[in-house]
């Protein structure tokens, strides 16, 4: 028995010693927050505070002292997050994760982003290129700083690579790829329909909204009414069953801006308001900071977000102009039909005939040998993998893969001295392009596209695959600032931008149909700001936590006067069913079931109609979510005409399809969570704030994720939140009022979870709180000395 209790003990021991051996790595890994540090490069002194929840105070002399401690907090704070969003974008995570990750890198080669990245950066201007290199030289020596390496690595057996200037480009290129992933799927999806239905019938099933209009402009379109023919056979006739018949009401990731100006702003101060829409994850894709510097403009002080990656504030406040963005979800990118000879290694271009380029990419794998991966490319663009008619091949022409897509010229937007200053500088902004709204100091507001569009020569529809080869069709250059579509002081003294169509008449020419938003977000918000006279930062707060379902709400009439009869609820005991959707479908709360309820029966209608459709384009390579197509428009004028000649093969009438719709979401619904009760919208919409790692490592899941609720808010209402996709932020601010404005992320400041900041926003942000735009008093206090 002695001996026994010595091997017992002498087990605990060494796992206590190797308990205490894995705490010691973690707590060397996390960010120093106090103290003094040197900083090579430096030229003074700089100081860098953070509050009670993490939100960064740089005090610098120069701006460029500023980049170096941002990257330097940067790299202590996330540099996991860093080094994961560069991979992705380069194709370069199976180096890090193994094999599993290569059919990702595959399709990020195609871009060869890393090589348009080091291309990019020699051509940057000199004050450009001087922030970039400050901020990376931060970066390495915030990483070399660390007591040990992130704890991301232990698990994964791997060494943090080194920082350098072409990551930070790649960090960019990655939010192309998140706003912008269409990638040429759309245009083929459209050219596909197109070829399939007859000509009335596509301009029906691709018209933008009548219902839900709230272009800036006031500008409307005309709805397309429903053609006589009988329902094309594409749309009748399911030939091949759809793996995915998922619908998208908007092709791209969105997101709301607005603001008010002077007239209507509450003091007479105009205010922006801004809540980005991304994928939600932990960390959480934005950093809270806070810069101050000198140069001989004389004193600044910006606050706002940035991205960790990047030196720049993204959005926020210089004291005199304020600014969000939203995704333009416009048309950035062309599909080339490219014209091949027999033996598909040359295509015609402008009389004649050039070679493919061919570009071998090699990806490095965790533990197994390198794979070298081809990439052919035409003039225009790299080739696509969709299979193209015979003799044919696509490619893509895309800002992204152009120099004036990328560029740091948005750092100019800190020292913008009015809204007049950050219009002119948007137009050679290299960055996805966005919905610029801003404010300024003096009260005016203003609205115009950040980011590099293209002018189109030659283009008769930008929605389908373009025949470029005699070289009439063309992109000829980049249009200038004062071609770009912008509104200045509007009449009415308020902008709102959702991802929908923003302007009409030439304006909505240039910018191009992307998959816009059906519209009901942006009508909702437009509303909103419409009923009050004067607003300060609560009640644009309260806009953007509006989760009142409206867009629903004829579904919901369709429902309980035309499908939910005395005699179908009584033969299928939908007693309960029609409670629901009575009592608690007006918004979309967590404990709502009638919300659920009403959602699900729509997608299923919808999609019982559109799955013929779904099917033909899957056989083909693309999904129906690919099309720059709102099922809703086609779908709910089918549903109001409900003509026996438009309903699909199989279905005897319209009530039978909007019966089955009611039964088959109800089961599933059943299926998914056991009781009609426990089908709630919160159980069906929880937060899923997932680290990387957590799912690779289950038994550390809970101290690796965030905290998880039922949320309100979806996708056709100003609160967003719909299953794992929602506001990133939400900003409010003045210009010049900075110290009453709002500023909440999801999660928390740092990427490690033993850090104290990890989960220091996150509350708030779960229960709709505001937070200080400004950071609060210092807790913390790390001086960089040069």
Same mark, same amino acid.
Request: charged fraction near 20%.
């Given at each position: 028995?002695?001996w026994?209790?010595?091997i ?13 051996v ?16 040197v ?5 003074a ?11 960064l ?8 002292d500023?980049?170096?401690a941002?990257?330097f ?33 595959k399709?990020r080669?195609?871009?060869r ?18 922030l ?8 390495n ?41 269409a ?13 399939a ?41 399911t ?13 791209d990731?969105?997101?709301?801006n ?5 007239a ?24 809270k900071? *806070? ?11 910006v ?26 979800t ?15 290694t040359h295509?015609?271009?402008?009389g ?16 197994e ?23 044919q ?12 897509g ?6 100019h ?42 002018r ?16 009439r069709t ?6 200038p ?25 030439e ?22 700001l ?9 009640g ?25 009869t ?32 009403? *959602?699900?029966?729509r ?10 459709l779904a099917g033909?384009l ?15 428009t086609?779908?709910w004028a089918?549903?109001q ?15 039978e399809?909007l ?19 426990a089908?709630?919208?919160g ?14 490592v ?8 965030q ?76 001086v960089?000395?040069?």
């Amino acid at each position: 028995m002695t001996w026994l209790k010595r091997i017992l003990g002498g087990v605990l021991l060494l796992i206590a010693v190797l308990a205490l051996v894995i705490w010691l790595a973690l707590r060397g890994s996390l960010a120093q927050l106090d103290g003094e540090r040197v900083l090579p490069a430096l030229t003074a002194p700089v100081e860098a505070q953070r509050d009670a929840r993490g939100y960064l105070t740089v005090t610098a002399e120069t701006r460029l002292d500023a980049a170096r401690a941002l990257g330097f907090v940067h790299a202590q704070e996330r540099f996991f997050q860093m080094d994961l969003m560069r991979r992705n974008a380069a194709g370069e995570l199976s180096a890090l994760v193994g094999a599993k990750a290569l059919p990702l890198d595959k399709s990020r080669r195609m871009h060869r982003f890393r090589h348009r990245a080091e291309l990019g950066i020699a051509t940057l201007p000199a004050d450009e290129r001087a922030l970039l290199d400050a901020y990376v030289s931060g970066v390495n020596a915030g990483l070399a700083a660390l007591g040990s390496r992130p704890p991301e690595y232990l698990l994964l057996r791997q060494q943090p690579q080194p920082w350098v200037a072409a990551d930070t480009v790649l960090v960019a290129y990655g939010m192309y790829l998140d706003l912008q992933g269409a990638q040429g799927r759309d245009d083929i999806a459209m050219g596909l329909l197109h070829d399939a239905v007859p000509a009335d019938w596509y301009a029906f099933l691709t018209q933008h909204s009548p219902d839900w209009q709230a272009a800036m402009d006031d500008s409307r379109v005309a709805a397309v009414p429903l053609p006589a023919g009988p329902l094309p056979d594409a749309l009748r006739t399911t030939r091949t069953a759809c793996r995915d018949c998922s619908l998208r009401d908007a092709r791209d990731i969105g997101s709301n801006n607005f603001a008010v100006s002077a007239a209507h702003g509450s003091d007479n101060r105009a205010l922006v308001a801004d809540d980005m829409h991304l994928g939600l994850r932990t960390p959480g894709t934005w950093f809270k900071a *806070r810069m101050r510097w000198k140069d001989g403009a004389g004193s600044h002080d910006v606050a706002g977000v940035t991205l960790p990656g990047a030196p720049l504030l993204v959005v926020g406040s210089n004291g005199r102009v304020a600014w969000g963005f939203t995704n333009t979800t416009s048309d950035w990118a062309d599909v080339i039909r490219l014209k091949l000879n027999a033996a598909g290694t040359h295509y015609a271009a402008g009389g004649v005939e050039k070679p493919l380029q061919r570009a071998v990419e090699r990806i490095e794998v965790a533990g197994e040998a390198a794979v070298d991966h081809v990439v052919l490319e035409s003039e225009w663009g790299p080739v696509l993998p969709q299979k193209a008619p015979a003799g044919q091949a696509y490619a893509l022409r895309w800002v992204a893969h152009d120099r004036e897509g990328m560029n740091l010229r948005l750092m100019h937007m800190e020292t913008a001295a009015n809204v007049d200053d950050a219009v002119q500088l948007a137009a050679g902004a290299g960055m996805p392009a966005q919905n610029l709204v801003v404010a300024d100091a003096t009260g005016r507001i203003a609205w115009t596209v950040i980011g590099a569009m293209p002018r189109r020569v030659g283009v008769d529809d930008m929605d389908l695959p373009q025949d470029w080869s005699d070289g009439r069709t063309r992109w000829q250059g980049y249009l200038p600032a004062a071609e770009q579509p912008r509104i200045v002081d509007p009449a009415d003294g308020r902008l709102w931008t959702a991802n929908s169509r923003m302007v009409g008449g030439e304006a909505m020419k240039l910018l191009g149909n992307g998959g816009w938003d059906v519209g009901a977000r942006g009508q909702q918000i437009r509303d909103a700001l419409r009923a009050q006279d004067r607003l300060d930062e609560a009640g644009l707060h309260a806009i953007q936590l509006d989760h009142r379902a409206l867009f629903l709400q004829r579904w919901r009439q369709l429902l309980l006067t035309q499908v939910l009869t005395p005699e179908f609820v009584a033969a299928n005991g939908l007693a309960d069913y029609r409670a629901a959707i009575e009592k608690s479908a007006d918004a979309a709360r967590p404990d709502a079931v009638g919300y659920l309820l009403l *959602r699900e029966f729509r997608l299923q209608a919808l999609k019982t109609l559109f799955a013929p459709l779904a099917g033909l384009l899957e056989a083909q390579g693309v999904k129906l979510s690919d099309l720059k197509m709102v099922p809703e428009t086609p779908g709910w004028a089918l549903i109001q005409a409900a003509r026996p000649d438009t309903l699909p093969a199989g279905v005897k009438s319209w009530a039978e399809l909007l019966q089955s719709a009611v039964l088959d979401s109800r089961q599933a619904l059943l299926d998914k969570h056991g009781s009609l009760a426990a089908a709630t919208w919160g159980a069906d919409n929880p937060t899923s704030m997932r680290h990387p790692l957590s799912a690779a490592v289950p038994a550390l899941s809970g101290w690796l994720d965030q905290a998880s609720q039922g949320m309100a808010g979806d996708s056709h209402m100003p609160r967003v939140h719909n299953h794992g996709h929602g506001q990133s932020e939400r900003m409010v601010v003045a210009p010049g009022h900075e110290e009453r404005g709002i500023l909440v992320i999801p999660g928390g400041q740092s990427g490690h979870p033993m850090s104290p900041f990890y989960r220091g926003d996150h509350a708030a942000w779960l229960a709709g709180e505001p937070l200080p735009f400004l950071p609060g008093e210092p807790a913390h206090r790390l001086v960089l000395r040069p």
